[in-house]
């Protein structure tokens, strides 16, 4: 599967990037995402959800006749069920304001459901056949499994066994009441008492608690476009297919008990085209046209979306139906990769076109008082959160799907910080298991259920990966080992199954602080591990004269290209490559550079990405003040930029693009292709200083 952005969208992200130099000269004025905001609160949002509200009163009562005449599945009740699906699906993308309440989005849809918990609370849930559960406080805050659409679907759809008909019934008819008033709750919270959420968005235009400016309100719009498509392409679409059509999993796709999936899909991606192309002159596609290159973004993401629509409309509702006709797979692998160059063009031209910053960077920071934090800056480098930190943080962790961001202790830090980077929030602290601190840095699964951090076991002296489960609140439920010692980065592979981990080998414990235990004897490796059940799947090491080149970080390309940035505890006096690439079987090779470059990375580099498309490796060497590029296929130097104390490295959009941070306390966006610098924020007059990675989200 092919994941690289085609050729056209390549083209069309260059045109964006000059025409957004010109249209910073006459951006859209706030008089216009103003009327952006009111026509998509008007003529999209409540609508849409007055639609949701009615779908539920129309579920209830359907439930209510037929579980009244002793049927649970009567057609009336399974025509509601869709309808119910149908509005919820036309909203599922609209994560702000009311939806995020109360746990409503959750409740509506616990989805996706990797371990199988929906399943196992509703066969308890009527097993136990207590009626109290079912009393409508107790049910709306008990399992939050069992309260929505999924739940009702297996009632349906695969009862659980043994079950009492007339009690799944009463659970069914405790589900239609529960949705009714999930679904009344939040457009009455849009539309009603004393701070209705569509007056909020409405009076954005003068600032108010929850928004500086109208702008801002049109940034949430923004991100609820790509969150329709990123929710397609990542889950609905990934987990089922995977990578061939030898390794299908139908049964992980959205509502396939139903034989809907592609139905859900239609609907998303019909609500994504509505909320871009309606509106008149003040909406989304309106707006764009009117911005300098925006007519040619516009007449490609309507070319995107149509094609889309065709694409769907060839295909019936169910994902196992698609599968099972000729060529299925390859036919829902194409639409997989059409909706991914639509979601790129979303991304990149859209939001640079009409300066509406999709992309945010996350970094921890210190201040010169000693105070620690966290801050996320929006792309136009304005401060949208800042929250403090119970010590020195190192990386942080994007949760797909979500606007949630693990950020990890430093070394040998015990805590991880589970936060909202958008809306300022912190939404759970989690604390290392006992005998384990936290090495700084982790990975979500594709679907975004568990955490793999790295971890220290440092009376054993080995490195473990801890295993977090981010829908039980993140209760550590696993423990894996890393197969080295000192692991640090690690990243999942294209499959979602592999694990490509780098083991520092240095062994440190916290009685003796920072200090490395075994430098003469340090082995490090770069281990490949089964995410599941932490068996080693193969391990690479340095030549023999290398041991003392520490793998430390690293960044991976769509095609499992594993391109390493790597740190020289050995001798001084002898230059070694600090940048490695590695794929497959094949052992790791090491890239040179220029004699004087090597010199100036001063035998440490700090960090490693890749630019969106893939093709450049950024390499970080603080100490040097240095940040190298490189091929990130042959491995072959393109250039360097200097930066006093750079370190944090981020994709910025677009092919050589990337953000870089600073020690010293600069934010720069720094496009290695045509060699441009453009600083977002210079912090150093407050003493603030950009810890070591920088995530972009």
């Known amino acids: ?42 003529d999209y949002l409540l609508p849409r959800y007055e639609a949701l509200a009615d779908a539920g009163s129309a579920l209830d009562a359907a439930l209510r006749q037929g579980c009244g005449a002793g049927t649970l599945g009567a057609d009336a009740s399974i025509a509601a069920y869709h309808e119910m699906a149908d509005a919820w699906m036309a909203v599922q993308h609209l994560r702000l304001g009311p939806s995020e309440l109360f746990l409503r989005a959750d409740r509506i849809q616990f989805w996706p459901d990797k371990r199988g918990i929906t399943g196992r609370h509703l066969s308890r849930l009527v097993t136990e056949a207590d009626p109290a559960a079912l009393e409508p406080q107790r049910f709306a805050q008990g399992s939050v499994a069992v309260q929505g659409l999924p739940a009702l679907e297996r009632l349906f759809f695969a009862p659980p066994e043994g079950a009492d008909p007339a009690f799944a019934c009463d659970v069914a008819v405790a589900i239609g009441a529960n949705l009714k008033s999930i679904a009344g709750g939040m457009l009455d ?79 998303n991606i019909e609500s994504a085209e509505a909320l871009y192309r309606d509106g008149g002159q003040a909406g989304f596609a309106a707006l764009l046209r009117r ?33 099972d006709q000729p060529e299925g797979w390859q036919h829902l692998d194409d639409l997989r990769s059409h909706l991914r160059d639509l979601l790129a063009l979303l991304s990149g031209p859209f939001s640079q076109t009409l300066d ?85 840095h982790a990975v979500f699964s594709p679907d975004g259920r568990r955490l793999f951090a790295t971890e220290n076991a440092y009376a054993e002296g080995q490195g473990v990966i801890g295993v977090y489960d981010a829908a039980a609140g993140y209760r550590r439920e696993d423990e894996l080992p890393s197969h080295g010692v000192g692991p640090h980065e690690l990243a999942l592979l294209s499959d979602g199954r592999r694990l490509v981990v780098a083991n520092g080998g240095i062994r440190t414990h916290p009685n003796s602080g920072r200090r490395k235990l075994n430098l003469e004897s340090m082995h490090p490796n770069l281990a490949y591990v089964d995410a599941g059940s932490g068996a080693l799947l193969q391990r690479l090491t340095l030549p023999g004269d290398l041991h003392r080149l520490s793998i430390r970080h690293m960044a991976v390309t769509a095609e499992d290209q594993v391109c390493l940035a790597l740190q020289n ?129």
């Open 291 to 323: 911005q300098a290159g925006g007519e040619e973004v516009d007449k490609n993401i309507a070319t995107a979306f149509a094609q889309a629509r065709a694409r769907l409309d060839a295909l019936p509702d169910s994902l196992q139906a698609a599968l």
């Open 356 to 440: 509406l910053p999709v992309r945010v960077f996350v970094s921890a920071c210190g201040d010169a008082a000693g105070r620690f934090s966290v801050k996320a800056v929006a792309a136009d480098g304005r401060l949208l959160s800042d929250l403090q930190l119970p010590g020195r943080g190192h990386a942080a962790a994007r949760r797909p799907g979500r606007d949630e961001v693990v950020v990890l202790a430093r070394r040998p830090g015990r805590f991880a910080l589970v936060i909202d980077p958008f809306a300022g929030g912190i939404v759970r602290q989690i604390e290392a298991a006992p005998g384990r601190h936290f090495y700084g």
């Open 569 to 697: 505890e050995g001798p001084r006096d002898r230059l070694v490559p600090l940048v490695g690439l590695q794929r497959d079987s094949a052992p790791i090779t090491l890239a040179k550079g220029p004699e004087g470059v090597l010199r100036r990375m001063r035998h440490y580099a700090g960090g490693a990405a890749l630019d969106d498309e893939g093709g450049v490796l950024a390499v970080s060497a603080p100490r040097g003040g240095l940040i190298t590029f490189w091929s990130s296929q042959e491995g072959g130097f393109l250039g360097s930029l200097e930066v006093p104390d750079g370190c944090g490295l981020a994709a910025a959009g677009g092919a050589g693009r990337f953000a870089v941070s600073s020690g010293a306390g600069r934010l720069l966006i720094y496009d290695a292709v045509s060699r441009r610098s453009e600083t977002l924020r210079d912090d150093r007059r407050h003493g603030l200083a950009w810890d070591n990675h920088l995530l972009a989200c």
């Open 1 to 42: 599967m092919n994941r690289q952005m085609s050729p056209s969208v390549r083209r069309l992200s260059a045109l964006a990037t000059v025409g957004l130099a010109v249209s910073f000269t006459a951006p859209a004025a706030a008089d216009d995402f103003a009327a952006l905001n009111e026509v998509v609160v008007a």
């Open 189 to 267: 919270d849009w539309r009603e008492g004393p701070t209705p959420y569509a007056a909020v968005i409405r009076s954005a235009a003068e600032g108010n608690a929850a928004y500086m400016d109208a702008k801002e309100a049109s940034l949430q719009f923004a991100k609820a476009l790509r969150a329709a498509l990123v929710a397609t392409t990542d889950l609905k679409l990934d987990r089922p297919l995977s990578t061939s059509a030898k390794a299908v999993k139908p049964r992980r796709a959205e509502s396939w008990r139903s034989a809907r999936s592609l139905r859900n899909i239609r609907i």
